[in-house]
């Protein structure tokens, strides 16, 4: 079945060939992002005060600042400077009690500083914009002790700063899903193994969520209701031979099938609405683009709707674009595979005749994964580019398309975080896939995976 699977979509989606087994031999190690800073970024001097005779050890303190280093470092809004004389003369004044050394820290290059307090177990944090000369408290944190855990608490701590000084919501205490593969019998290479995985936006406590022992790609968080957060994600699973569309709750080992289409499932995505899901089915013989209307408490609503099916072509990848009333996806329609979008605002049979997408990608002629910007306003994508997949992002606002990552070793599968400037990608080889974050206000992608088993089709928590 896998190798029927990868006839049908060899030309689209290379990375689904290398889950099934690519053959491609360019190494991964190095990626630089090359895309133009955009905004300045601005910066920020960390004062960490620990009491050293509390009940936590050094370690434990050294992973805090460690953890508040990597989120100021990398949320694409903020700069750690490094420490210099003048610098640390100005941090053992008492300045963050009034504005007075407001001037002095801006003269030091320094838009804010943020001081971090540790007595006994509870952090305290406030921080001064040295331009408008206001200082801001933040609400006292009890720690626990247990890294794991408090981790995701500083990475709260991180956003609530994040949106105090820039107005936007953090990503750093987000999630991100994604399915890793292993060899289920060493002696044996076509014997795999792939399940869900969860781990922090940085890459730390990662945790299984799905325990089959089975061949699970794909996952997705299905968004939450206003106000709630995720508890439910969305994957293909070939647990009946074929892949299908299922779901799991995070809580619980709880499953629901969700495609009961004959023949291939794949590729599905949900949209922010939370009322219809987009897939690819070959169901009619070709792989074509299909709608289920669908509800998260109720399950499916009628039947899935095929809503382009050209004559000749594969369809592949689909992502809805923030109002659930467009979708961008591949199709070799045309010749090669490339990106478009089409408007599903009326899916009537007399519209779907007349309906054309519109093509978006044209420097390539490889274009793959596409994944549409929370905000609306960019679409991410993969492109083989000289001979070597690269990120890419198209811009619906100005109509141009944009090469973000250079180098060599493939990225594909890119998703983007929910504010519409981070982008989680995997790395792809024939048996090593790690996963990666940028932001387009810097210019270095960030490892945050390692270790046994191929890490691949991350997606964020929105």
């Known amino acids: 079945m896998l190798k029927y699977l990868s006839l049908m979509i060899v030309l689209l989606t290379i990375s689904l060939q290398v889950v099934l087994g690519a053959t491609d031999k360019e190494s991964s190690s190095d990626i630089v992002v090359c895309l133009d800073t955009k ?3 601005k910066p920020i001097y960390l004062i960490s005060e620990i009491n050293i005779n509390h009940t936590l050890d050094r370690q434990y303190q050294k992973n805090i600042d460690e953890i508040l280093t990597f989120d100021f470092q990398n949320n694409g809004f903020t700069q750690i400077t490094n420490r210099n004389i003048d610098k640390e003369k100005l941090s053992q004044q008492e300045s963050l009690q009034n504005t007075s050394l407001a001037n002095d820290w801006k003269k030091n290059g320094i838009r804010y500083v943020l001081k ?40 709260k701590l991180h956003d609530n700063i994040h949106q105090s000084i820039s107005g936007d919501f953090g990503i750093a ?9 292993i060899r289920k019998n060493p002696q044996h290479s076509n014997k795999w193994v792939s ?14 969520v799905t325990n089959l022992n089975g061949y699970i790609i794909s996952p997705s968080y299905i968004p939450a209701a206003r106000g709630y957060q995720s508890n439910e994600i969305m994957y293909i699973s070939y647990e ?8 799991s ?19 599905p995505t949900i949209s922010l609405q939370r009322d219809k899901i987009a897939f690819i089915s070959d169901v009619t013989g070709n792989p074509d683009l299909f709608l289920q209307s669908f509800n998260p408490e109720i399950g499916t609503i009628g039947k899935p709707k095929q809503i382009f099916a050209p004559i000749r072509g594969t369809q592949a990848s689909p992502t809805f674009g923030p109002n659930g009333n467009r979708i961008a996806f591949v199709s070799n329609k045309d010749g090669s595979p490339k990106i478009y979008i089409l408007d599903i605002s009326n899916t009537s049979p007399e519209r779907l005749k007349k309906i054309k997408p519109i093509l978006i990608s044209r420097q390539n002629h490889q274009n793959t994964d596409p994944s549409w910007s929370s905000d609306g306003k960019k679409i991410a994508y993969s492109s083989l580019t000289n001979g070597t997949r690269q990120i890419w992002i198209y811009d619906l606002e100005t109509s141009k398309e944009e090469q973000i990552t250079k180098g060599p070793g493939h990225k594909e599968n890119p998703a983007w975080a929910a504010d519409s400037l981070h982008l989680i990608f995997n790395s792809a080889t024939p048996f090593s896939s790690e996963l990666y974050i940028i932001n387009l206000n810097q210019k270095q992608a960030l490892q945050i995976s390692a270790g046994e088993g191929e890490k691949r089709f991350p997606a964020w928590e929105l």
């Open 240 to 247: 009946t031979g074929q892949p299908k569309i299922f779901s």
């Open 39 to 41: 905004s300045t970024l």
């Open 195 to 208: 399940e869900v995985w969860e781990c922090d936006y940085d890459g730390h406590n990662n945790r299984q």
């Open 173 to 181: 205490s987000k999630k991100i899903v994604y399915s890793k593969r």
């Open 116 to 155: 971090i307090n540790l007595e006994q177990q509870n952090l305290t944090a406030k921080i001064l914009d040295c331009h408008k000369k206001i200082i801001t408290v933040f609400d006292p944190m009890a720690l626990t002790g247990n890294i794991s855990e408090d981790r995701r608490r500083l990475h």
């Open 249 to 267: 709750s995070l809580r619980n080992s709880h499953t629901n099938r969700i495609s009961y289409l004959r023949g291939n499932q794949l590729m």
